[in-house]
C-alpha cells in the first residue's frame, strides 16, 4: 500500500511570489494535515483537512491556506512568500476523525524562499 | 497551551548501550502520545503510538512508556546501533480538532 506523498521535493521561490504543495493521503484516508517545520522552531501544526473542509488552523496568518479535493488529496498555498516561509512542509493523513487514530506522514516538501 | 519538551536535545553513545529519550507535557488531557524518528532532510517515520489509556508500547528494541498524570514519556532503545541515528520526536494529541504538538526532538549520534 502507498504511503502519503508530497510533490513536489523542492521548490524554490522567490519572495513576494506564490507557492503551491501537493498531498496524497494513504488510500481510504480522508484527514489531511499540514505541518511546518522551519529551522530552530520546531514542528508546527498549520491546517486540517477533513471530507473536503477546512476544520482548523494553527497559528499561522492567512496567506497560508489550502483545499482538499473530491479525492481527499490536498493543496497547501503560500503567498506573498517571506523569507521565514523557508521550512520543511510536511503532510500527514489519518483514517476518518477518530481521536485516536494515528497519523502517518509523507517526506515533505522542501521550500526555499530566497 | 499544551508544551512539550524533550531531553536531552542531543546525545552521543557508543554501538551497543542501552538509552532512554525523555519527553514531557504540560497538559496530561492527551488522547494517545506517539514517538518519531526523522532522518536529516527527511520526514517522519512513526515509531510507536501509544494512546492515553495505556502505559507502554514495544516494537523489536524499542520500548515505550507512558505516565499520563505526571505528564512524561520514556523511549528506550535497546542495544543501540549506528542506523539507529536520527532525531527522535515526541508528540501528544490534545484536542479533536487540533493537530499534533511535537517536541523539539532528541538527536542521537551511535558512534561506531
Keep these: 500500500e502507498a504511503g502519503v506523498t508530497q510533490s ?48 482548523n488552523r ?27 516561509d523557508s521550512a520543511l512542509y510536511l503532510c500527514a493523513s489519518r483514517y476518518g476523525t477518530g481521536l485516536y487514530n494515528e497519523q502517518f506522514f509523507g517526506p515533505g516538501t522542501r521550500l526555499t524562499v530566497l | 497551551k499544551q508544551e512539550v519538551t524533550q531531553i536531552p536535545a542531543a546525545l552521543s553513545v557508543p554501538e551497543g548501550e542501552n538509552l532512554v529519550l525523555n519527553c514531557s507535557f504540560t497538559d496530561s488531557a492527551i488522547y494517545n502520545l506517539q514517538w518519531f524518528r526523522q532522518d536529516p532532510g527527511k520526514g517522519l517515520t512513526s515509531l510507536l503510538l501509544i494512546q492515553s489509556s495505556q ?17 512524561r514519556s520514556t523511549l528506550y532503545i535497546a542495544a543501540s546501533q549506528p542506523g539507529d ?24 549520534i551511535i558512534q561506531p
Excluded: M
Design chain 2, 55 to 71: 502505559r507502554e508500547q514495544t516494537s523489536g528494541r524499542l520500548n515505550a512508556s507512558l505516565d499520563k498524570s505526571s505528564g
Design chain 1, 8 to 55: 513536489p521535493t523542492h521548490l524554490i521561490k522567490t519572495r513576494g511570489q506564490q507557492a503551491t504543495l501537493r498531498c496524497s493521503p494513504i488510500s481510504g484516508h480522508t484527514s489531511v494535515y499540514w505541518y511546518q517545520q522551519a529551522l530552530g522552531l520546531g514542528l508546527q501544526f498549520l491546517l486540517w483537512y477533513d471530507e473536503g473542509e477546512e476544520r
Design chain 1, 58 to 84: 494553527g497559528n499561522f496568518p492567512p496567506r497560508f491556506s489550502g483545499r482538499q479535493f473530491p479525492n481527499y488529496s490536498s493543496e497547501l498555498n503560500v503567498n506573498a512568500l517571506e523569507l521565514e
Design chain 2, 85 to 108: 541515528s536520527a532525531t527522535y520526536l515526541c508528540a501528544v494529541r490534545v484536542g479533536g480538532a487540533d493537530g499534533l504538538t511535537f517536541g523539539k526532538g532528541t538527536h542521537l
